[in-house]
């Protein structure tokens, strides 16, 4: 049955005989009484062609309704149309039913032929739009190929300029390298040249005179010498024109000791000492004054040298003090720091504040206390020097000079330790300290726990400063040795007194030597 109705469908004879109907009407008026005739007649051969068929799927389903299938039904509408002819309608179906189908069906048909041409008209304006995408699309792939090409050209020669930019560079390099090279050559030489200026003013001085007492010895009676002309003010030595920097230089060096020096030196002597951290700041600090007391012993003693032997040849309008400071200042080789070195480690393995595990000496410190010598000596050599404020435990606490410590009780009025010292020109603080404060801080420090003799040192201001042992090896306390007085030589060209002692107790920076 199913089968049956679809090729039915298939077949379209309604919508051939609702198309015919439609072409009659056209053509109604134009036709001859018998061609309308025969259409008529074709029509009704159409449609009973249709009936036929109509019946045949009506006689299949009631077949499928079993003896008694469709009964009801047949007998309401089908066997009254009968007979009638064809003509007499039921209560439920009137003459104009088979039209109204068959218009229904044409409606239908008509509809599914528009929404398909429709649905055929859209299909082909998407494929004329894929087609314009398409066209962009290779259109800027194009583009985009061209682009790349002109990336790589591009990239190309950029490389080639980068590695000519880098060749000018190199050589640049290598011009101010020789630049600088000349210039300070030329310095050296202009250097020279006002030395020799000065040496020419003062022989001429010198032959002005001899020819005058020449003269007066060949006049035969003694003539008063002509006075000599006040002495040209020379130019400024090379120790007063580079103190400026040299100052501003040491400053910085100095803080940089306290925030990354001192820091490494922490972090190596907390691996040995992990539980004791404030002997980790007291060795630190002890260093810090061993180190410069050490640099100021070895800087009085190369001032002494150079001025005996300057004293003998010293010409020129500069006074001997300033040839002595700039001769130091020009010759900073000279500075025997490993020997500065090894007497601040001297120092601290006898000093009574600060203790060490046995099987570990202070040489673990050797970096941080040769940087700390040279900042030392460096600041030795300027005018006026620069110094470290001198320090003991239990002071009572500065803030000019000092900021208290993170772990410090803010309102301690004594100090415990010094964590760093301060910079100090004179009596005006340069750069502050750093302190410890607590309540019930002592005078006494914890003694070493490391078995050693507690003689006390003596220092000797020589170059190689030398230890005596004291004849009371049980006394704690420590004193420096007075300075030997200068011999005559030195004092008739010296216009400085002789340094006075001072006692030291604890600590290498509490007393200091004025230069």
């Known amino acids: 049955m199913a089968e049956s109705l679809r090729r039915m469908v298939n077949n379209g004879n309604f919508t051939s005989l609702q198309d015919k109907l439609e072409k009659w009407l056209d053509d109604y008026h134009i036709n001859t009484n018998d061609q309308n005739v025969a259409r008529a007649c074709e029509l009704v051969e159409l449609n009973a062609r249709v009936q036929g068929q109509l019946f045949t799927l009506l006689n299949l389903v009631a077949s499928e309704g079993g003896l008694y299938g469709g009964v009801n039904t047949l007998k309401?509408?089908?066997?009254?149309?009968?007979?009638?002819?064809?003509?007499?309608?039921?209560?439920?179906?009137?003459?104009?039913?088979?039209?109204?189908?068959?218009?229904?069906?044409?409606?239908?048909?008509?509809?599914?032929?528009?929404?398909?041409?429709?649905?055929?008209?859209?299909?082909?304006?998407?494929?004329?739009?894929?087609?314009?995408?398409?066209?962009d699309a290779a259109a800027l792939k194009a583009e985009l190929d061209e682009t790349r090409d002109e990336l790589d050209d591009t990239r190309r020669k950029s490389t080639g300029t980068m590695m000519a930019t880098e060749d000018e560079i190199i050589r640049l390099k290598e011009e101010l390298r020789l630049t600088r090279d000349e210039a300070s050559s030329l310095r050296t030489r202009v250097d020279l040249v006002g030395d020799y200026e000065r040496q020419v003013r003062v022989l001429r001085d010198e032959i002005a005179i001899l020819r005058g007492e020449r003269a007066a010895l060949e006049n035969g009676f003694p003539e008063p010498l002509p006075p000599l002309p006040p002495p040209r003010p020379g130019s400024p030595t090379h120790?007063?024109?580079?103190?400026?920097?040299?100052?501003?230089?040491?400053?910085?060096?100095?803080?940089?000791?306290?925030?990354?020096?001192?820091?490494?030196?922490?972090?190596?002597?907390?691996?040995?000492?992990?539980?004791?951290?404030?002997?980790?700041?007291?060795?630190?600090?002890?260093?810090?004054?061993?180190?410069?007391?050490?640099?100021?012993?070895?800087?009085?003693?190369?001032?002494?040298?150079?001025?005996?032997?300057?004293?003998?040849?010293?010409?020129?309008?500069?006074?001997?003090?300033?040839?002595?400071?700039?001769?130091?200042?020009?010759?900073?080789?000279?500075?025997?720091?490993?020997g500065a070195v090894q007497d601040t480690i001297r120092a601290m393995n006898v000093n009574p504040k600060i203790s060490f595990p046995a099987e570990i000496d202070f040489n673990l410190l050797h970096p941080f206390i040769r940087e700390v010598c040279r900042c030392g000596w460096g600041m030795c050599a300027l005018e006026p020097p620069l110094d470290i404020s001198p320090a003991t435990d239990a002071e009572l606490y500065n803030e000019l000079k000092y900021r208290r410590s993170y772990d410090s009780e803010f309102t301690a009025p004594l100090v415990a330790y010094h964590v760093w010292p301060a910079m100090m020109e004179y009596d005006r603080v340069v750069v502050k300290g750093e302190a410890v404060t607590k309540r019930g801080a002592s005078l006494f420090s914890p003694r070493r726990s490391r078995s050693r003799s507690p003689s006390p040192r003596l220092r000797s201001p020589s170059p190689s400063p030398r230890r005596a042992t004291s004849p009371r090896p049980m006394s704690p306390s420590r004193s420096r040795s007075p300075s030997p007085t200068r011999s005559g030589s030195a004092m008739s060209v010296s216009s400085r007194p002789s340094s006075r002692s001072s006692p030291r107790p604890y600590s290498a920076a509490s007393s200091y030597v004025s230069y």
């Open 76 to 135: 309401n509408r089908l066997l009254p149309w009968l007979s009638s002819g064809f003509a007499a309608s039921a209560a439920s179906v009137s003459a104009d039913t088979s039209l109204a189908v068959l218009a229904e069906a044409a409606d239908k048909d008509r509809q599914i032929t528009e929404i398909q041409s429709h649905y055929e008209q859209q299909l082909d304006n998407m494929e004329k739009d894929l087609n314009d995408t398409k066209e």
């Open 239 to 338: 120790a007063k024109l580079t103190d400026s920097v040299r100052r501003s230089r040491l400053i910085g060096r100095y803080n940089d000791l306290f925030s990354i020096d001192r820091v490494e030196a922490l972090t190596t002597l907390r691996r040995y000492i992990p539980d004791d951290e404030e002997m980790v700041q007291r060795i630190i600090f002890v260093g810090v004054q061993e180190a410069f007391h050490a640099a100021k012993m070895a800087f009085r003693a190369m001032r002494l040298r150079v001025r005996k032997n300057l004293a003998i040849t010293h010409v020129g309008p500069e006074t001997l003090e300033e040839a002595v400071l700039d001769y130091i200042v020009r010759n900073t080789d000279l500075f025997d720091v490993n």
